[in-house]
């Protein structure tokens, strides 16, 4: 009963594996007011999305950075009033937050000296880390009961975030006509994030 907010991952691509377990909560709860909590560079992929969920920006860097700002998100969170709270990344700082709001039921994986924080706290093997991370979030919610049996990952996609890409397309001189895939082989934080250049080629050939 009450209100839930999901603390959603901080980088994009985890974000987007996140959105199978967020759907199993949301398919588990229809009737749930439920609120994501997330960074303000992945905000925008949860805002309009079909699972109708609030989001609530953790603004650091900005108002919510250092201990003053974790104290004021978590002043702003109580303000809410949420029953349960669910915790998709790993991170201490998540944890604390989640504590320091006040929210009654903590749920997250029992890592990197959390458990103090979690009223319930998952435990995670070895076979479940290595695996692949949509399984890795969606394990966690079947562990606190959520049925993900339906959940699939799915984006939407606004009119006028389709008019600015169609812009882009035309720009580059790509026909309406044709189906069109897009490649980002870049990472934030360099090689230890990337693909080999080879089997980015590789996948392009099969692609065509």
């Known amino acids: 009963d009450g209100k839930i907010v999901i603390r959603s991952p901080n980088w994009v691509g985890d974000a987007v594996m996140s959105l199978p377990a967020i759907q199993a909560v949301r398919q588990s709860l229809p009737g749930t007011p439920i609120s994501i909590l997330a960074k303000p560079w992945v905000a925008d992929l949860f805002r309009g999305n079909p699972e ?29 009033k949420f029953n349960g709270g669910i915790l998709l990344p790993n991170s201490f700082d998540s944890a604390l937050i989640f504590f320091l709001a006040g929210i009654p039921h903590r749920a997250g994986y029992n890592t990197d000296g959390r458990r103090i924080f979690l009223t319930h ?73 990337e693909w080999f250049p080879e089997r980015y080629g590789e996948l392009a050939k099969r692609i065509a």
């Open 52 to 80: 109708g969920c609030q989001v609530i920006v953790y603004e650091s860097p900005g108002n919510h950075q250092g201990l003053l700002g974790r104290w004021a998100l978590a002043r702003k969170l109580r303000q809410e």
């Open 121 to 193: 706290a998952v435990p995670v093997n070895r076979r479940i880390r290595e695996g692949h991370q949509v399984g890795y979030y969606r394990h966690l919610i079947r562990s606190l009961g959520f049925d993900d049996s339906q959940a699939r990952p799915r984006l939407r996609v606004e009119a006028s975030q389709k008019k600015q890409a169609m812009k882009k397309a035309h720009a580059l001189g790509l026909e309406d006509r044709k189906e069109w895939v897009g490649i980002s082989p870049g990472a934030a934080y360099g090689s230890a994030k």
